[in-house]
């Protein structure tokens, strides 16, 4: 039961951390091969939206920034996006404060930890900060300062996980173009929605015949690599932690065979002079503790069952502090998982107790 409440319980937690980075990837991204920007004329563009398995590709720019506010300062990503990028991340539903789509250059949206860390909470509306970047090296003169600064509005906040709020700052493709010293057809990466049955292969191919620079796609596993690694990882280690306590708490079942076993050795005799072999009492008693094993892991996962399946309908344990629900994901590997490790385990710890039954002779008092 508690293996398989504890594996429900990471599942959820999983899913629910993935659900929140998730959120920020679109199913699949089209990066460069090599350099910072891909170029994409409108023309391509159109092309690559006129395609009828593709939903819709709109281009992103994303680069580091400095934001400055007073004395206040904050390192950030600004994320140029076009007001059709609401449709692959909808942004507009975790903004508690603000509106979308952008309807103004040098206008922004930013994480709410950002807006903590420039001391802003609480600031009159259309807060001004300060953006800089790094000059291009070839526009760099020998009294020319080394960055480009640019006024933005503060004109809302999104408000989602505390690492994704403190990373993004959301302006127009324009304006990011334009601080970044870009062309109107350069772009960091491009975000695709594709129909659900159009394979990687045929993506590739059709946007090969469009897009005349080297490219990559990668999907939202491939831009999490890393995280997905994390938690595998975790969810490994988790498993084999409380195998090792569940093979603990099978010592119980080892004592009690051996017990029985004492017990039950004067009465030997009357099972061999019935017919019996050794071989033969010693099945029975394998079997006694495989029957416990098989007893115990179906109690046990109907209660836990139970208790996965009331959280996930009618939650009654909650994150301390908040009012989120804590999250339960319940899955059927993990029933077969926690199902064949009880049983593998039963099987060894069965056999091992009984295998000097019939083996030596003598410690049962027999020659």
């Known amino acids: 039961m508690a293996l398989f409440v504890v594996l429900s319980a990471f599942g959820g937690l999983k899913e629910f951390g993935l659900s929140l980075n998730n959120f920020f990837y679109a199913p699949y991204t089209v990066f460069p091969k090599e350099g910072k920007y891909i170029t994409i004329d409108s023309l391509t563009l159109q092309g690559i939206n006129q395609n009828e398995k593709i939903q819709l590709a709109t281009p992103e720019i994303q680069e580091k920034v400095f934001l400055n ?4 300062n904050k390192v950030a990503f ?4 076009k007001p059709e990028y609401n449709r692959i991340i909808p942004l507009d539903t975790i903004m508690p404060c603000g509106f979308w789509p952008i309807k103004e250059s040098k206008q922004v949206i930013m994480g709410y930890g950002i807006v903590s860390e420039l001391d802003m909470i609480g600031a009159r509306e259309n ?6 970047v790094p000059k291009k090296p070839k526009r760099l003169g020998f009294f020319a300062r080394g960055y480009t600064t640019e006024p933005f509005n503060v004109v809302g906040f999104y408000q989602i996980s505390q690492e994704l709020d403190n990373r993004y700052v959301y302006s127009s ?11 109107p057809n350069q772009y960091s990466s491009l975000l695709l929605t594709t129909s659900p049955f159009y394979s990687m292969k045929e993506l590739h191919d059709d946007l090969n015949t469009l897009i005349e620079q ?3 796609i990668k999907t939202k ?3 999490n690599a890393a995280l997905y690694r994390m938690l595998n990882n975790e969810h490994l280690a988790i498993y084999f932690i409380f195998t090792l306590v569940m093979i603990i708490a099978l010592f119980n079942v080892v004592g009690s065979l051996i017990m029985m076993i004492i017990v039950k050795k004067p009465q030997f005799s009357i099972f061999l002079s019935l017919g019996l072999t050794l071989q033969q009492i010693r099945h029975i008693f394998f079997y006694v503790g495989l029957q416990i094993c098989c007893i115990g892991v179906c109690f046990g996962l109907l209660l836990g069952s139970t208790l996965v399946l009331i959280q996930s309908k009618k939650p009654f344990l909650y994150v301390p502090g908040t009012f989120l629900p804590y999250p339960v994901r319940f899955e059927f590997t993990n029933l077969l998982l926690v199902l ?3 049983i593998v385990l039963g099987v060894l710890c069965s056999w091992w107790t009984t295998y000097g039954i019939g083996k030596q002779k003598t410690k049962l008092g027999y020659s």
């Open 127 to 132: 807060e001004i900060i300060q953006i800089m």
């Open 173 to 183: 493709l324009e304006s990011a173009q334009k601080l970044l010293e870009l062309n």
């Open 214 to 216: 080297p490219f990559v």
């Open 221 to 223: 596993l491939e831009q």
């Open 78 to 81: 600004i994320k140029g996006v």
């Open 340 to 342: 064949l490790t009880v």
């Open 69 to 72: 506010r007073g004395q206040r």
